[in-house]
């Protein structure tokens, strides 16, 4: 896979500050004293573990899915610069939505890493926009954009939760 310019971009413009830039700022905040005083280090905890289990697959999902973005997609997952083409393979085959299930996964995982309750109510907003924002503003954007083959895509890979299938063609 090459490291171009535009993945870099967009993986920076979204997937990094909803992972990043915010849970730190949120952290960072809640903190008294700063970040690293009274932090909870117990990296011997089930919530360690899980935690840091849940960031590493959630990340490598969404870089995943921004690279099909850019280099099949031939686009972003910025607003400004989507993708000209429907990505239909790797994650996609699985379920419509695998670069936000990936962004949860991180943000869940950041809660228990950090034990911050501030971090899970992120992670719940965050969810909550996107049970929303997605069936209304991105589907129907996705439907004009690209028409039937979305509605066929749409009608045979579910949004959230994946269907795995004997079938190794996906769709």
């Known amino acids: 896979m090459k490291l171009s310019r535009s993945l870099v971009k967009a993986f920076l413009i979204f997937p990094l500050n909803v992972m990043g830039v915010i849970p730190a700022l949120l ?40 690279s099909l973005f850019t280099e099949v997609g031939e686009g972003t997952p910025a607003p400004f610069d989507p993708p000209r083409k429907l990505v239909v393979e790797g994650p996609y085959i699985y379920l419509r939505n695998p670069m936000m299930v990936g962004v949860w996964l991180v943000l869940l995982g950041e809660s228990l890493v950090f034990g911050s309750i501030l971090l899970g109510a992120w992670f719940m907003v965050f969810c909550g926009l996107c049970l929303i924002l997605i069936p209304v ?13 979305y509605r066929e895509y749409e009608h045979k890979v579910p949004r959230w939760i994946p269907k795995f299938s004997l079938d190794k063609n996906g769709l």
Do not use: H, M, Q
């Not at 700063?34 to 280090?41: H, L, N, S």
């Not at 503003?137 to 083959?149: A, S």
């Open 27 to 66: 952290i960072w905040c809640s903190r008294p004293g700063g970040v690293f005083e009274r932090f909870p280090y117990d990296f011997n905890s089930w919530k360690f573990f899980a935690g840091t289990l849940l960031i590493t697959s959630g990340a490598g999902l969404c870089w995943k899915t921004v």
């Open 137 to 149: 503003w991105e589907e129907p954007d996705l439907e004009k954009r690209f028409g039937e083959p």
